[in-house]
C-alpha cells in the first residue's frame, strides 16, 4: 500500500471532518478555481467537472501526491441552489424546499499525481423537507447559521429536523464527501482503508 502524500482539495471544515473518520494521515490545501457553474451544464455535471478540476489544481502542485477533490450542487425543482451566504437567501431557500424533494449531487474524485490518473463519481441523495412553518426555519437559522451549506439545510447538526426522508447509498455525500465511494477509489489508487 502507498505512503504517499494524500490531500484533500479543500478547506471546507465538513469534508475534513468526514475524511479523519477513515485515520489516514492527509493535508489540506485550496485548490483555488473558479466554481462557476457552465452555460447549460446539467447540475451533476458541475458537481464532477469541479471535483475534478479541484483535484487537479492541487496535484498540479504536488507532483507526488493523491489528490481528493469534491463538489456538491444542490437542486430544487430543477434549479441549483448554492450556499445561501444570507440569512435571507436562507429563509427564501428553506421556504421554497418546505414540503419538497430535494438533490444533492456529491462528485469525489481521487488523481493520482504521478501517473495523472484520475478516476471520479457522483453520488446522489433525495431528501425530502417537513413542511416548515416561518417559526421553525427563524429558530433554525438563528442555531445553526448554515450559510455556507448549499440548501441551507446542516443536516450534520439540527438541519436533520427539517428533513422527512433521506434516500442513498452513501449518507455521508450529503455532508459533502460520499466516504463509501472514496474508499473504493482510494482502494484502486492503492490506499487501503482500514
Known sequence: ?????????STSPYRRELLQRLGLAFDTEAPGVDEAPLTGELPEATALRLARLKAAAVAAR????????????????????????????????????SGKSMLFHTAVCVHDAASGDAAAEVVTVR???????????????????????????????????????VD???????????????VTLLARAGVGVP
Open 127 to 165: 431528501v425530502r423537507f417537513r413542511r416548515l412553518s416561518a417559526d421553525q426555519i427563524e429558530r433554525y437559522l438563528e442555531r445553526e447559521k448554515p450559510y455556507d451549506c448549499a440548501g441551507s439545510a446542516k443536516v450534520e447538526g439540527l438541519g436533520i429536523s427539517l428533513l422527512e426522508s
Open 62 to 97: 504536488h507532483p507526488a501526491a493523491l489528490v481528493i477533490g469534491s463538489d456538491q450542487v444542490a437542486v430544487l425543482d430543477g434549479s441549483a441552489l448554492g450556499k445561501p451566504l444570507t440569512h435571507a437567501a436562507a429563509v427564501r431557500q428553506l421556504q421554497l424546499a
Open 1 to 9: 500500500m502507498t505512503q504517499r502524500p494524500l490531500i484533500l482539495a
Open 168 to 182: 442513498s447509498d452513501d449518507p455521508t455525500a450529503l455532508i459533502g464527501l460520499p466516504l463509501i465511494r472514496l
